[in-house]
């Protein structure tokens, strides 16, 4: 580790006497990140067609009436899982690494650790969803990994997190760039709340109903806080890059940043939960001052990327990323308005919540990540004259299919919780009546796995051209021979 | 070399890594306001005044208290013989006719549980009891059988509800035993509370059985 350090750094000297580095030094640097996205897109692709296999117990509840491990409560916590931990865990921090290199204008420092991390969080997540599968599940939604894949998850953390820290603290001197804000908070958010909630509920577990105020407080921290946390420092980091423009308010990014990480915590915790009063309450208090800050949020993207020229032809990642802040504002505004009673009253307990989960996971987050992989790759592997396959099909095959999963769940689900609450409606009709919507989400289901198919198709074949082009020695040359890729 | 020449020019910011000055628009500052001031509102209605006996869908302690159902008479009776099923019933039986073999005396008709008052029985439940002891024209323990301090691990409330059980069940209804109450076990307890050892018939006679 120390020897990745001299490399960029003489002992003893202060971080502001760093060279600054160019881009493509920067680049030639980071193409470690490229083990991340790789393992990130399998896991997308491994994923999504888990949730495809869970969604068919819907359609012909026979199909795997005599396999336990394909059932709905083992097929289902598994696909999410491999989503959470396996792409979007691997996928958000290779980003947030290689902008935290890039923005600071230095070298990803911490190459070694960055390998062993990787390698300790894909085997803890490969042992988490084989565990799942063979009914090890903890019953924590969002933390279903029993802890044996855990504790590989923690170490496998540390070292990347580590990376990313040492990364940032090589960043050219001056006032922080809006990302990087983001950035940073990211790097602490998780191992925080990933070690408390596992502590809590999986090591030491709190009794009772405790439980499942700790697992809503991990659920809320990891999709709306960390999750968006990575995505907004994206969205930050690229709408001016996009633009070709400055960030458009500096003061409503930081209002953005600073109710995140003051409010965005408090919310998750259903309004019908048996516990205190004031424990749902509070938190709907915490959704709420979230509004603004969400909206300030599209305001300043939206605008920051107005100022590009209207005329130029967009690019693949330009079409994600946009498409992710939009997605954003949707999602969070859909998680406010189901917090207050007179809502949840209706959506608790339907498929307006997983609908908006996913709008959070995948029409944000995945799509997000999806461009800016799209963006980083060709940079760290450069192939001359060569162009996405079916760049724009992939887009709209990700952006119709999480509409079309979307869509009728959250409506389905409104419809559903309504039906619930009438008494004179058989409990059998509400489930059957469900039924429509669920076969939109499932055709959804299908149209994201093309499109993420397709991303995976991209990466493959954007690493094979450049090892079949270039003279460089992959990965273990990359120090030695800076400026080459230049 | 070329690459340590770059790094030294490539020093200057690009515009994109810059942010304008704007600032938040009036509307948005008035929508987190509003925002904020219906979210506190929302505490006051729901929140149950941090009050952690108050549970969703209570608004506030007064409310929560007046849909609770006063206890009943009838209730000390069911819980008391949860209480008696559970640590009582094992040796003098769910019928109270105790067990001549195991040495274990009846509680249906027994005269000291039928007592006017409860002060012997309290004792007996919280210190235990050494035979061997006459109910009911009978001789029951003696040596080795004795009644260990079952009470002493249970509230004043769960062995005054198991007492009222006992004294209302079986043949033992409508012979007029008043039920026990906390009170009359927290008192006992306290008198008792330096006393070692198991009570004999003997001592228990030589106190009233009703203050």
Partial sequence: MSATISQSQPAGTAPDANPAVSPAETDLSARVLLLLFLSAALWLVGGSVL?????????????????????YGRSHPAAINALLYGFAAPAGLGVLLWLAAHLGQAKLTGIPLVILGWLLWNVGVTLGVVGIFLGDNTGHEWLEFPRYASAFLFAGYLPIGLAGLLTFKNRQPGPLQMAQWFILAAFFWFPWIFTTASLLLVIWPVRGVMQSVVGWWYMNNFGNVWLVLMGLAVGFAFAPKF???????????????????????????????????????????????????????????????????????????????????????????????????????????????????????????TMTMIGAIYYIVPRLAPVAGTDLLLGKASFLLCAIGVLFYVVPLAVGGIIQGSSMNDATVPFLNVVKGSLMAIRGSTLGELLMI????????????????????????????????????? | MSAETKSRTASPQPVE??????????????????????????????????????????????????????????????????????NCAVCHTSTGAGSATTGCPPLDGSEWVLAQGPNRIIRIVLNGLAGPIE???????????QMSAVGAALSDQQVADALTYVRASWSNKGKGAAPVTPEQVKSIRDKVKDKTGFWSPEELLKISDKD
């Fill in chain 1, 51 to 71: 949730g495809l296999i869970s969604s068919l117990n819907f359609h012909k509840p026979t199909l795997f009436a005599d396999c336990a491990a394909f059932s």
């Fill in chain 1, 243 to 365: 633009a070709k423009a400055p960030l458009y308010s500096r003061d409503m990014g930081l209002f953005t940043f600073w109710s995140l990480i003051l409010f965005g915590s408090w919310a998750g915790i259903p309004a019908a939960a048996p516990v205190p009063s004031w424990i749902p309450a509070v938190s709907t208090l915490g959704a709420f001052l979230m509004v603004a800050a969400i909206l300030a949020t599209f305001l300043n993207l939206t605008k920051t990327l107005r100022q590009a020229d209207r005329h130029a032809v967009r690019t693949i990642p330009e079409l994600f990323i946009p498409f992710g802040v939009l997605a954003f504002t949707v999602a969070s505004l859909m998680a406010v308005v189901s917090q207050p009673i007179a809502v949840s009253v209706v959506t608790n307990f339907t498929w307006f919540i997983p609908a908006q989960q996913e709008m959070l996971v995948y029409g944000f987050f």
């Fill in chain 2, 135 to 145: 109910v009911k024209g009978g001789k029951y323990g003696g040596g080795s059988i």
């Fill in chain 1, 450 to 486: 093309l499109g993420n198919a397709i991303f995976l198709l991209n990466l493959i074949l954007m690493l094979f051209r450049f090892f079949k082009t270039s003279t460089t020695v992959f990965l273990a040359g990359a120090n030695k021979t800076v400026g080459v890729g230049a």
């Fill in chain 2, 17 to 86: 890594t810059s942010a304008r000055g704007e600032s938040m628009p009036i509307w948005l500052v008035s929508v987190f306001i509003l925002t904020a001031f219906a979210g506190m509102i929302y505490v006051a209605v729901h929140g149950g005044w941090f009050d952690p006996l108050v549970y969703p869908p209570f608004a506030d302690i007064q409310h929560v208290d007046a849909w609770t159902r006063p206890p009943a008479l009838g209730d000390g009776i069911k819980k008391g013989k949860v209480v008696f099923e559970a």
